[in-house]
């Protein structure tokens, strides 16, 4: 537990309330790690695929 300036409360948390925390921050972590690109921005437009140069040398 932290106050508004990030700094611990000199507070003790023990029994299922600490249980509870502890696993609320593991599955948000486990949720962020299954879901790397969340929040990132996306392409606005599609990248376009190269023209093959093999297709070209066969023509040839």
């Known amino acids: 537990m932290v106050d508004d300036e990030a700094q611990a409360k000199p507070k003790y948390v023990g029994g ?10 593991l599955q948000i972590s486990l949720w962020g790690i299954s879901h790397p690109t969340f929040g990132l921005p996306k392409r606005k437009r599609r990248l376009a695929a190269a ?10």
Do not use: T
């Not at 299922?16 to 609320?24: E, H, L, P, T, V």
């Open 16 to 25: 299922r309330k600490a249980a509870r925390i502890k696993s609320g921050i």
């Open 51 to 60: 023209p093959d140069a093999s297709a070209e040398k066969a023509l040839a």
